[in-house]
């Protein structure tokens, strides 16, 4: 290098470390803010979520047939398969002892509770790299039928209205959502 670039190099070296100097502390302050709000907010979610009640929190242990919550304790669900990170495939049978339909399938935790009868999602398939593949089906436990209303797949909907004889589902699945409307 000639004198004219090593005159440039060491003041643009001596320019960018400078730079460097006089920023780091701003830089380590915001990244320590950062971690500071986060904390902060954590602790503040903590707090309104034991603020809140949220209602009878139900818990299916390994082994034990339990009721089943909001099926007017018709229903006794045992645990099937738990996906990990994600969602729990039950058993189904009937409190009463009655022989059903629901014994042959694989049921997710959501029961719906209309007059035609109980709104399940039924498991087509337990395998995890091929989830979420579910029918929405009635269950009508005078016949002790069950009848596929349509398929979704996510785990993400509910019943948002039920006028006359259709029911509207809607679902969304984390990057687009849809509605269903079924007849009964």
């Given amino acids: 290098m000639n004198k004219v670039q ?3 190099h060491h003041t643009f070296r ?7 100097i006089i920023s780091y502390p701003i830089l380590a302050s915001f990244g320590l803010l ?3 709000l986060t904390f902060l907010f954590s602790k503040l979610s903590q707090l309104l979520t034991r603020l809140r009640p949220e209602g009878s929190k139900v818990v299916f242990k390994d082994a034990e047939w339990e009721t089943m919550p909001y099926s007017n304790d018709l229903l006794e669900a045992k645990l099937y398969k738990q996906i990990m990170f994600g969602p729990s495939g039950f058993k189904l049978r ?16 959501k029961v719906r509770v209309l007059d035609e009868g109980f709104i399940l999602e ?12 579910f029918d929405i089906c009635l269950y009508d436990p ?3 039928s069950l009848r596929s209303l349509t398929t979704i797949k996510c785990f993400d909907w ?3 209205e039920k006028v006359e004889n259709e029911l509207s589902f ?3 699945d984390g990057i687009q959502g849809g509605e269903v409307k079924v007849a009964l």
């Fill in 158 to 160: 509910h019943v948002s």
């Fill in 14 to 20: 001596f320019i960018w470390n400078a730079i460097f």
């Fill in 122 to 133: 039924k498991w087509n398939t337990v395998d995890p790299k091929d989830m979420p593949d």
């Fill in 6 to 8: 090593l005159f440039f």
């Fill in 170 to 172: 809607k679902w969304f």
């Fill in 34 to 36: 950062f971690i500071g």
């Fill in 142 to 144: 005078d016949l002790d």
């Fill in 94 to 109: 009937r409190k009463d002892g009655v022989p059903s339909v629901l014994t042959d399938f694989v049921f997710g935790n």
